[in-house]
């Protein structure tokens, strides 16, 4: 994210002020990552990349192949898969 964040410095999108292949192509790739645990704490530190995601989640065209974006405010909580969940405890009969 560091470097899209400087490579999109003064710039609306990857490849100038049009938008690009490049731009949905990276778009596409990311965005799982965005709805899920790139949170807008995360966000707000890479200050070149929420703007040009959200333009790029705003074209009409990605839109109609993709569907409309949501962000995500909060990032989902890691869990374990290998662990067996726990039995519930078994209260002594009285």
């Known amino acids: 994210m560091k470097v899209l964040n400087t490579a999109l410095e003064g710039k ?17 790739a990311l965005q799982n990552a965005f709805q899920t645990v790139l949170d807008a704490g995360f966000r707000k530190a890479m200050k070149n990349v929420e703007p040009w995601i959200k333009s790029v989640y705003a074209v009409p065209e990605y839109v109609a192949v993709q569907g409309s974006v949501q962000l995500c405010a909060k990032p989902l909580k890691p869990f374990n898969l290998v662990e067996a969940p726990k039995a519930p405890k078994k209260q002594a009969a009285q």
């Open 12 to 28: 609306k999108f990857l490849v100038g002020d049009s938008i690009s292949l490049a731009d949905v192509i990276l778009a596409a």
